[in-house]
C-alpha cells in the first residue's frame, strides 16, 4: 500500500486534501472538512460522513452546491458525535443543518447524538436518512437496508435547494424524496483492503463474484462463477427494478468500487443502458466514475434515482467540489 504506517493514513489523506484544494478548510486534528466560506448567509447547512475509505464520499462533496461540511471516520469506522457537532456549528449560518446520513447503525447512532448537541447549542437540526441498497435487509452494519451510492444524489440535489436559499423543511423533504426514489445494487469482483488488517477482509475465490455486495465488503445475495458484463448488468439493474418500477427518467449513477478502471465501467455502463432501454425506462442523465468506493475493491454499483423536473433542474445546478463540478 502507498502509505506509511497504518495509524496515520486518515491524516495523512486529510494533509494532503487540504494542500491540493485550498477552497477547503481541513481541520486534520479534529477530522473536520469545511467548504471555506462557510457559514454561507441565509443558507441551509448540508453535513454528512462516514467512515474514510469510501473517497470521494464525502470531502469530495464539500463545495459550493453540495455538502457544506463532511466528518470523516477511520477506516470503515464512524465518526464521532463531536466531530459532526463541530461541523455543524462552524457551518450553521442561522438556517438551520442537515444531516445526510448512510444507514448504518454506528452512522445513525453518532448523528443521532451530535444532532442533540447541536440542538443543545441552539442549533436547528434536520436529518436524511440513505437507505438505498435493495440487495439485502440487515446487514452486518445495518438494521434495514445499507446506504450506498444515492448519497451522492441526495447530497448534490438537496445541496442546490439550499443554495437556492430554500427553508430546512423544503431541503429535508427535497433530500427524503431522493432517497426514497433511489435505489442501489451492488457487485464485487475481488475484496478489499483494510490498511489495518493488510489482508483481504473476506475470501472470494479466483473466477467468482459476489452479487449485492456492501461497501464494507459486506455478503451480497449470493455468490456465482464470473459472469459477463452484460450478465451483471441485467442482474443488478433487474433487481433494481423489481422493487422500484420507474414512474419517470431516471438519474443514473454507474460507480466504480475503486479498483475497476473507467475503460470496464463504460462498458459496463453501456450494458446498464441497453437493459435500460430494454425495460422501457428513459434516462435523464449519467454519471460514471468512482464516486462511492470500498478502497481498493473491483467491482461496481448500479443507482437508479426517479426524477421530476424540479429534482433535474436542481441536478443540473452549478456545483463546485473536488469530485463532482459543473456549470461555474
Known sequence: MLINVPETVVADALRGMAAAYPDLTVDVENRVIVRRDAPVAGQVALVSGGGSGHEP?????????????????????????????????????????LFIVKNYTGDVLNFDMAAELAEDEGIQVAKVLVNDDVAVTDSLYTAGRRGTGATLFVEKIAGAAAAEGQPLERVEAIGRQVNEGSRSFGVALSACTTPAKGTPTFELPDGELELGIGIHGEPGRERRPMMTSGEIADFAVNAIL????????????????????LLELF???AEVQRVLRERGVAVARTLVGNYVTSLDMAGASVTLCQTDEELLRLWDAPVKTPALRWGM
Not at 470523516?72 to 463531536?82: C, H, K, L, R, Y
Not at 423489481?242 to 478502471?261: I, K
Open 57 to 97: 464520499l464525502h470531502g469530495g462533496f464539500v463545495g459550493p452546491g453540495m455538502l457544506s461540511a463532511a466528518c470523516p471516520g477511520e477506516v470503515f469506522t464512524s465518526p464521532v458525535p463531536d466531530q459532526m457537532a463541530r461541523a455543524a456549528a462552524a457551518v450553521d449560518s442561522g438556517a438551520g443543518v
Open 242 to 261: 423489481e422493487d422500484m418500477p420507474p414512474r419517470s427518467p431516471v438519474l443514473v449513477l454507474v460507480n466504480g468500487m475503486g479498483a475497476t478502471p
Open 267 to 269: 462498458g459496463f455502463n
